[in-house]
């Protein structure tokens, strides 16, 4: 079975004190309406895992799914919705970066883009936080098939150009509704797991 397959709902949290202790993780991040449930639905084979709303801005905490063996994938809130009220945007900015800079268990970052709008502040300033810490970003530039492929090819080259000299950054073209990229995000996630499961074994 697929890593993504066997996914499960474990826990929602909007207190940075209430995370699980245990295990290590790889979180999903973007832009409201960027596609960001689409495609862990899309992953995981399930149309309702994650929720998908017509509504930007309604993941208003953080959300836990299990891959079993202490692995889990971190659904964090959607970002940049306007009509979002300041106060609930404040928290969303403040736990977002508090989590992404301090929380040791996470392994990676999944960074969820719209493809015909990549790169946008908001997914700048996420990287800027992101980046300091090492870790590795990878960026799924949703949304493709409603693109050309001459310009999926033009924005795909656009984005790794920019991303040029970083080796911790990768970048894919993905489509929820074409299930295009899912082998690519599967092979990088997996890796991801497995190198920190070779971390902690040499550290045993």
Known sequence: MSLFRGLQFLTTVNDLRTLPQEGVEVAFAGRSNAGKSSAI???????????VSKTPGRTQHINYFDFGAERRLVDLPGYGYAEVPAAVRAHWEKLLGQYLVG??????????????????????????WFLPTGKPV????????????????????????????????????????????????????????????????DGA
Do not use: Y
């Open 41 to 51: 639905n899309t992953l995981a084979n399930h149309t309702r895992l994650a929720f």
């Open 103 to 128: 929380r040791s268990n996470l392994i990676g970052l999944v960074l969820i883009m719209d493809a015909r709008r990549p790169l946008t502040e908001l997914d700048r300033r996420m990287l800027d």
């Open 138 to 201: 990878h960026c799924l530039l949703t949304k493709a098939d409603k693109l050309s492929r001459q310009e999926q090819t033009k924005i795909l080259r656009e984005v790794e150009k920019e991303f040029d000299g970083q080796p911790q950054l990768t970048v894919q073209l993905f489509s929820s509704l074409k299930k295009q990229g899912m082998e690519k995000v599967e092979e990088v996630v997996g890796a991801w797991f497995a190198a920190a499961a070779g971390d902690m074994t």
